[in-house]
Structure formats: C-alpha cells, structure tokens
C-alpha cells in the first residue's frame, strides 16, 4: 500500500522531465500521421463514442499536423484539467497510476514507421495520442480513470490485486464499447487506434456482454490478438458510479484468496 503524497509522481527520477521535440518529426513522421489519420477517421462517425468524436473536434486534430502536447495541454487544462505527460515508452505501474491518479495521460511521442503501419509491439503516439487524447475531454471518463488508479495506487504492492484492476482498465479505457441511441460504439482506444478491430469489435463476431465489474475482473484478455468479447457500458457515469462497487469486490477477491 502506498503511503505517498498525492503528486508525489512529478518528482519522481523515471519521469526525466521529457517533452515532445515537435521540430524533430520527420516528413515521414507526419505521413504516417496523416495515413493512419486519413484511413480511420471516415470509419469513426458510425463507429465511435460521440464523446470520442465531439473530443476529436475540441482537441482540434487533423490529418496534417501530428498532435501538437502543448496546444493539447492548454485545450485539455480549459476542459477538464487533464494534460499529456510523455513517458519513455512502457513504464511501471506506479508511475502509470500515479500519473492517472494526478490527471496526467502518459504518452509516448514518436510515431510508428511506414512499414509498421499495421502492427507494433508497443503503443505508439497515434495509439496514445489519437486514440485516447479526445476521450480526455470527458469528464465523467476522466473522473473515473483518476479513481480508478487510486485505487490502484492503494494496492501497488499487491501484483495480483494490480492484474485485476487492469482487467478494468483494459476492457474500459482499452477496449469498452458503449451504447448509444440503441447502437454499439466505440470508447476503447485500443479499438478505436485500430481499423480492423473498429470493424470487428461491432461485428456480431465477438460477443458483447453488459458492463459488469465481478464479470470483468474475472476475466483475462488478449494482448495480441483481437479480443472475443467486449463490455458495453450504458454512459460514462455508469463508469465512474461502479468505483465504489470495483473497490468493494476488489477486496471480496482478495480476501477469498487470502483464506485459500
Ligand atoms: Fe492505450
């Protein structure tokens, strides 16, 4: 359990005061950009969140510039107090919760080459930037992904109790599809950062079962493939009102494994 103060995280040596070098970006930089921008956005109108497209227009992106963190932050600081904070690549859970839980999205800033357009090992600045920035607009979302990771934060000593509330994040955050006036969309930026898996995730393929955080969190899921099912919240609220219920059968699970 962690005892540290809150914002304990920005002094913390792994964070390494890194900025986005926007100068550096090559033209291949900003054709991978706009490949990738220009291939999945026509898809997104029948397919994503309508918070994740009225987000795209308020963090103002394009197909012709590369996300910009610092007109970003500004937008993100007047919406919801949210900013981006670069990270060097994967990062531990610590540092990953601490930066949530004091409303700062990690992210990574290089981008993707032409001959990986597809497939990557690790998230890059179209799957951290892209996908996730607008749904930062959001405040019911945002709310929830700061308590989440208090909670986390809670029981980062506990690996176990850490790969349950990933469950959460991964089948919400990653890949949670919402319904909205009857229909499936997208919230996911896992999905949503990938065309094939925004067509899949809706198809009536994988199955789709209601938001429920007992189901959720004895679930495993797929990093390297699509997933085969999918959780489907009713609104952000509902999000962030099961807090309570995540912690509380957080400590059931754990607890039952105690007397195991
Ligand atoms: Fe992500």
Do not use: C
């Amino acid at each position: 359990m962690t005892d540290k103060p809150k914002g304990w995280v920005f002094s913390d040596p792994r964070l390494k005061d890194l900025k986005q070098d926007y100068e550096a970006y090559t033209p291949e930089d900003f054709k991978v950009w706009k490949i990738l921008f220009e291939r999945q956005m026509p898809n997104l109108p029948e397919a994503a969140s309508q918070a994740y497209l009225d987000g795209v227009k308020t963090v103002k992106f394009t197909a012709d510039r590369i996300a910009n963190f610092e007109e970003l932050n500004q937008i993100l600081k007047e919406t919801t107090g949210w900013a981006v904070q670069v990270v060097p690549g994967l990062i531990d859970d610590d540092l990953f919760f601490g930066l949530l839980n004091n409303k700062r999205f990690p992210s990574s800033t290089w981008l993707r080459k032409m001959e990986q357009l597809d497939y990557l090992e690790e998230p890059d600045m179209f799957h951290d930037a892209f996908a996730h920035m607008p749904m930062l607009t959001n405040q019911p979302y945002v709310d929830f992904l700061e308590q989440l990771s208090g909670i986390a934060l809670k029981h980062i000593d506990d690996p176990w109790a850490i790969q349950l509330l990933s469950r959460i994040y991964w089948f919400t955050i990653e890949f949670g599809l919402i319904r909205e006036n009857g229909q499936l969309r997208i919230y996911g930026a896992g999905i949503l950062s990938s065309k094939g898996e925004t067509q899949f995730s809706l198809s009536d393929e994988p199955a789709h079962y209601p938001y429920d955080v007992r189901r959720i969190m004895n679930q495993e899921y797929w990093k390297n493939k699509f997933q085969d099912k999918y959780f489907v919240i009713e609104s952000y609220e509902q999000l962030y009102n099961s807090i309570p219920e995540i912690e509380s059968v957080l400590e059931e699970i754990l607890a039952e494994n105690k007397v195991k």
